[in-house]
């Protein structure tokens, strides 16, 4: 575990503080294996599980972190994708071993196609990209991390999609004994995890959410995501559309890094409660730098 | 000096090796202070002068980057600039502190209101980017880090502007004792270094190159550069225009990594050499990335 992932590479931007008033530690996954934090599950996912062929659905970054998991561990990797996905991240997949079954989802939904799979292939593991206890163990690492660091931390501000990230940095921080608070940052497009908070029960999203930040977009987040975050999550801030892009473009102008929408949530938290953080040390974390170059060249513009 | 330079940012990516076909180690100096390599130089500099004032001209890395050692050391810094400098960098430089002299270049060169300073300031010290003591051994900080890496290096591969960088390099490597090869990668369009080999003594371009590697834009290389330079580095590899804007959009495409024209040249290099390369580990030393958006984004398409 410890040698196939990458530890998070820890930046700091005076630039960055002196706009942002608070004290930023950029804990960024953009350099892990296949460009996002989804290595970490992907990998802890391929490797506990006794199945060999592992199926999931994804358009993104978890079908490419578990086909490279797959291929290091010698596993057979299966990810559903629209027909519509990005020839690079179909490519990704591919290149990494993996195969990608195209569905169109105008004729067959995804979940249909993986249903048609799962009869195919009825002794592999079905992987979701984060209800699974492997990917929340997975992502823990990056909480342990997080804790050795030099700096003592006041919050860690993570993006929320699923849930995955955050459930699993809080049981990573919880494992090592510390007590540092988890924020997390979740697109106002796309609040069903604030709302579940505020319900106290898990909310969906009528539809997908179209949000920016692509990685952001389900219908609600994990039933055991949801057990841990109900009372382990400090508080979810609803970052509108228009800070996601203000952040990614700060990261870009005064930090050097080149994020993914939804790795510029955190900081585009940060915008929204300026107040709340002045003066403390906030650990955002950059949870992948995966971006198709046309939207990212219209973002820096 | 170890606590206020950042260590280098090593960053492996499986996607660049297997498009390069050799194990690239990148190190990074896009996360460095002020956003180049300049600071390991302008730090040093700053903290071994005896004088309270330094005087320097630049319209780059290396104002800001001496301006923020100044500022960390409370020191006076006046960088002569031409009017003509992009108002970032202008920013920058103020930002940190330091006096930005901007001068109208068609009416009075930057050296000339540089000899104007100096006569202001007679106590002063007056830096140069690259042919400086303090400014190699500065640089000689990467080295001695490469040096130190865990796996085995075969070649470094680096930026040839002043010739600042690979010599402090070469040094540092001396200093532990060490064997590594450096190549230069040098602008084809200013390639006044790589002449400066083949003739055995130095050789100056007629007028500033305009490479897109704005970093490589000088006459000639230093003379206490070219005494390391002349034996201690293997080859200068000459890095078409071309080669450098793709270097620049793989580092984005399959490594998740912004860097400025001048950065990519060592991933330019490879590009021109790839049998040379073929199969070794080399350590690409990404020298800055601090690149206008508008540039950037043209690039990147």
Chains 1, 2 share one sequence.
């Not at 990685?215 to 400090?234: K, T």
């Not at 801030?237 to 870009?252: A, H, M, R």
Request: charge should be neutral; include cysteine; hydrophobic fraction near 40%.
């Amino acid at each position: 575990m410890k040698n196939a992932i990458r530890p998070t590479t820890i930046i700091k931007s005076v630039k960055l503080n002196r706009h942002l008033g608070c004290d930023v530690v950029l804990a960024s996954e953009t350099f892990q294996h296949t460009g996002s934090f989804k290595f970490r599950a992907g990998y802890n996912l391929a490797k506990h599980v006794e199945q060999d062929t592992i199926l999931t659905e994804s358009s993104g970054n978890f079908g490419q972190a578990l086909a490279y998991a797959c291929q290091l561990l010698g596993k057979k990797c299966i990810v559903v994708m629209p027909s519509t996905s990005a020839q690079v991240k179909v490519d990704a997949v591919r290149n990494f071993g993996g195969i990608a079954e195209l569905t169109d989802v105008k004729v067959k939904s995804r979940r249909a196609r993986l249903e048609e799979l799962i009869k195919e292939y009825p002794d592999a593991y079905v992987a979701s990209a984060y209800n699974d206890r492997h990917v929340i163990e997975g992502n823990a690492s990056l909480g342990r991390e997080i804790c050795g660091l030099a700096q003592e931390i006041n919050f860690v501000l993570a993006p929320v999609g699923g849930g995955g990230l955050t459930s699993g940095i809080i049981e990573g921080i919880k494992q090592c004994g510390k007590r540092i608070k988890v924020v997390g940052a979740e697109p106002k497009m796309a609040n069903d995890a604030s709302r579940s908070l505020q319900a106290g029960h898990i909310v969906a999203n009528e539809q997908e959410p179209q949000t920016i930040a692509d990685g952001a977009r389900v219908l609600s987040i994990g039933n055991l995501n949801w057990a841990i975050l109900q009372n382990g999550i400090e508080r979810i801030i609803e970052v509108p559309e228009e800070n996601i892009k203000t952040g990614l473009k700060l990261l870009f102008d005064l930090a050097n890094l080149k994020c993914e929408p939804t790795g510029a949530l955190s900081i585009g938290a940060l915008l929204c409660e300026p107040n709340f953080f002045h003066g403390k040390t906030v650990c955002c974390v950059i949870s992948g730098g995966n971006v198709d170059p046309s939207i990212y060249k219209e973002l820096i513009s």
